[in-house]
């Protein structure tokens, strides 16, 4: 069990600035698990915003490149998302996920509860 706790949420205005962070706690395996950040805009699908693997390699989607940045500290269990330049249609709740394949046991995936982000005037 992989407990994934996210915060850093907020109303902010267009081209402002937030800093979302997931801490993962319940067992010692964080530095093993891919980390991403998803999203939902309300009445929409969930969407990929941006990952990063247990080695550091990173993957934005393209609607976010140049405005996002991702990063992830093994030793405190975190993983933090930096928004800026924040436009209306980055209003969504932002969940944080961990994700871990074992060829031939199965997949691992766990979620976070989510924390609202709103860019509005």
């Known amino acids: 069990q992989v407990q994934l706790v996210e915060s850093g949420g907020g109303l902010v205005q267009p081209g402002g600035s937030l800093r979302l962070s997931c801490a993962a706690s319940g067992r010692n395996i964080f530095s093993f698990y891919t980390m991403g950040w998803y999203r939902q805009p309300p009445g929409k699908q969930r969407e990929l915003v941006a990952t990063?693997?247990?080695?550091?390699?990173?993957n934005y989607a393209d609607s976010v490149k140049g405005r996002f940045s991702i990063s992830r500290d093994n030793a405190k269990n975190t993983v933090d998302l930096q928004m800026d330049t924040l436009k209306p249609e980055d209003t969504a709740v932002y969940c944080c996920?961990?994700?871990?394949?074992?060829?031939?046991?199965?997949?691992?995936?766990?979620w976070g509860q989510g924390t609202q982000v709103t860019v509005s005037s």
């Open positions: 996920n961990a994700y871990r394949l074992l060829p031939g046991l199965g997949e691992y995936r766990y």
């Open positions: 990063i693997t247990s080695g550091g390699s990173i």
